[in-house]
């Protein structure tokens, strides 16, 4: 019977002809899945009907396709459990883009912008420019009273810096930017204000709406110093500031380096009458610059002579402006490095009839030498995120001995160049704040020493005289500074004890003598002050600590030099120029742009402050203020 349904095969073989009986598929995971037919390889398969991807399926059972399954279903769990959006953190980033890249108010109502914001959540909201600019303001205030409560913590001094800014619609505008160490001994620097001034704009004035901002932020009696640049009305701001009946009784040791002169500014005017002296050997240099930039042509001739030279270099021929003598520099600095390729044109081009001959040549070099010393302190001078109140003095002598060493150079035109720089020199030395010396002596690097060495290469025989003066005017104003920060001083030792017990009983008895003991060590004089302790330990090695850090040193001898320390960090938290003002405008020149121009000067305002407490100005980095340092030193 059986028979019947079998067949014998070529090889004997029984084989039965009867169909196969298909596998019951009992498991959830199939309603998932999609069943394909087998492949070239005879496995089977099968397809996720949410994913599209297949697997092989029949040989492990359904685990694998399991596995894939509670992938696929984690995320759409997680897409499920995704909150809500929330309409008011939205409308918030929104407004911090604003602020943070210079975006118009219309950016809110940009379509494609809210086309994108609704394909990301379709549950947005999108806003008007009205809105946005009312977001903006509610920033800028609310940033506003976090500033004014950290400034209120703030224990030492604070110094400001202020300059004045045309807009392109001519509206004129006063920065005011304050300058203070925190509690962690970081050298800070904020924005206060980005007011508008209204004409008339007299020294007087001027002097009235800093006050009135002073008062505002609720600092007016904890100014140190003030920078400001050479205009003749910033002398009246200050006269006017220093006799102010609310202001005059807090200033330290009655003013009298309240003003602090822009170093930056005097280096310019310096450098700018020695440029005067060498218009005629500069021309030829001009009129080659002038003439290689005059056409595509030229500069693909120019091109030419450069990719015969041995060496290439990606800087390309500057042109100087004559309002920025840097600039001037770095024209001569990169022509010397293409002095060959101008000598080749000069051979090929016929037209081309300015190229410097070599004696010119060699008179540019030495105008460089000359010259790169002070771009190099310009550029170290104009950094806002370290202290740059112990780099004057020195930088300044380094610059005076330049000057009088050009002035017995055997080139006339040299001599020249250093008798117009000395004279302006000698006219703003004179206003050189005694402040900016001290910031030296408290530099452990230099201390007393630095200063007199400088001035017995400058004096000579009055040079004893000049830093036994500077060294009665420090310890008076160490006198003055401890007696008005005695508070203070308690306030940081009862501090610093509380923080030291550990929650652990310690009776008065067990310290008995403790403070005589302490006083052994620091120095047996009891006589002496901190003052005398840290000017008679030994010096740092200058060449060993380039690099350091100025404030940490001072933070870690802070227990030593307790009302020291204190002065110290306000004295090198002085800034020596006003850049940080300035850099103000470049931010001021991008929000009051052309298409920007009919801006409300208070939104300006908020644009501008609440930048620069949210994510800062950019000032030169640790790194370059080192670079610049070590060509100095």
């Known amino acids: 019977m059986d028979s019947m349904n079998e067949e014998n ?43 599209q991807n297949s697997f092989v399926a029949g040989s492990n059972g359904t685990t694998s396709l399991l596995r894939h399954r509670a992938k696929c279903h984690e995320v759409d769990n997680q897409i499920v459990s995704r909150q809500p959006l929330d309409q008011a953190t939205y409308r918030e980033m929104v407004a911090l883009a604003i602020i943070r890249h210079n975006y118009p108010f219309s950016f809110a109502e940009h379509e494609n912008n809210r086309l994108l914001h609704c394909y990301l959540n379709p549950d947005v909201k999108t806003i008007c420019r009205n809105t946005a600019k009312s977001d903006v303001i509610k920033i800028y205030r609310r940033e506003k009273e976090n500033l004014k409560h950290d400034l209120k913590s703030i224990t030492g001094r604070f ?34 204000s980005f007011c508008h001034v209204p004409p008339p704009r007299g020294g007087v004035i001027l002097a009235e709406r800093l006050l009135g901002l002073l008062k505002e932020w609720g600092i007016e009696k904890r100014v140190f110093t003030i920078t400001l640049d050479n205009v003749s009305y910033n002398d009246t701001l200050v006269s006017h500031l220093k006799r102010h009946p609310s202001f005059r009784p807090y200033l330290p ?3 009298e380096f309240f003003h602090v002169r822009c170093g930056v500014h005097i280096l310019n005017l310096i450098v700018q009458d020695g440029l005067k002296a060498i218009n005629e050997v500069m021309y030829n240099l001009r009129e080659s610059v002038k003439y290689v930039r005059g056409s595509d042509h030229r500069k693909l001739r120019f091109a030419q002579c450069l990719s015969e030279l041995p060496f290439l270099t990606s800087k390309k021929v500057r042109q100087d402006v004559p309002t920025r ?3 001037t520099y770095l024209m001569i600095e990169t022509c010397l490095k293409y002095r060959d390729a101008f000598s080749h044109l000069s051979r090929i081009d016929k037209y081309f009839l300015n190229c410097p001959s070599e004696e010119e040549w060699e008179r540019v070099e030495k105008i460089a030498r000359v010259l790169e010393p002070f771009y190099d302190i310009t ?3 104009s950094g806002t995120n370290y202290p740059t109140a112990n780099l004057y003095f020195h930088c300044v002598w380094k610059i005076q001995l330049r000057i009088m060493e050009q002035l017995e150079d055997d080139d006339a035109i040299i001599r020249a160049m250093a008798k117009e720089m000395k004279e302006k020199f000698d006219k703003y030395w004179e206003y050189y704040s005694p402040v900016l010396s001290f910031a030296v002596i408290l530099d452990p690097r230099y201390k007393l020493q630095c200063v007199e060495f400088c001035y017995s290469k400058l004096y000579k025989q009055e040079a004893i005289s ?10 008076g104003i160490f006198e003055e500074y401890k007696n008005s920060t ?30 005589t003991y302490k006083s052994q060590l620091i120095g047996s004089d009891s006589s002496k002050s901190q003052l005398d302790l840290y000017l008679e330990e030994a010096r740092f090695d200058h060449k060993l600590h380039k690099d350091l850090n100025v404030m940490g040193y001072w933070k870690s001898h ?32 991008r929000i009051l742009d052309k298409f920007r121009s009919s801006l409300l000067p208070q939104t300006a305002e908020a644009l501008l402050c609440a930048r620069d407490w949210l994510y800062g100005v950019p000032g030169i980095s640790y790194f370059f203020y080192h670079l610049c340092a070590r060509n100095i030193h």
Request: hydrophobic fraction near 35%; charge should be negative; charged fraction near 25%.
């Open 9 to 51: 095969d070529e090889y004997g073989d029984t084989v039965s002809s009867a169909p196969k009986r298909m596998r019951c598929r009992t498991s959830s995971v199939w309603s998932d899945f999609e069943i394909l037919p087998k492949g070239s390889d005879g496995k089977e398969r099968a397809k996720c009907k949410k994913c």
């Open 159 to 192: 110094c400001l810096t202020s300059d004045l800014w045309s807009s392109p619609n001519t509206d004129e505008y006063m920065v005011l930017t304050t300058h203070y160490v925190d509690e962690h001994w970081v050298l800070q620097k904020k924005v206060l």
């Open 253 to 255: 040791y009655g003013g």
């Open 325 to 327: 003598w840097n600039s």
């Open 379 to 381: 550029k170290l001078f």
């Open 466 to 475: 000049m830093a036994a003066n500077l060294r009665d005017t420090l310890y």
């Open 486 to 515: 005695s508070d203070i001083c308690n306030m940081v030792e009862v501090a610093s004890s509380s923080g030291g017990v550990h929650g652990h009983y310690v009776r008065h008895d067990d310290f008995s003598g403790f403070e």
């Open 558 to 589: 802070s227990n030593r030099f307790l009302e020291l320390s204190l002065m110290a960090r306000d004295i090198l938290s002085i800034p020596i120029t006003t850049v940080a003002s300035e850099s103000a405008f470049s931010i001021g020149g």
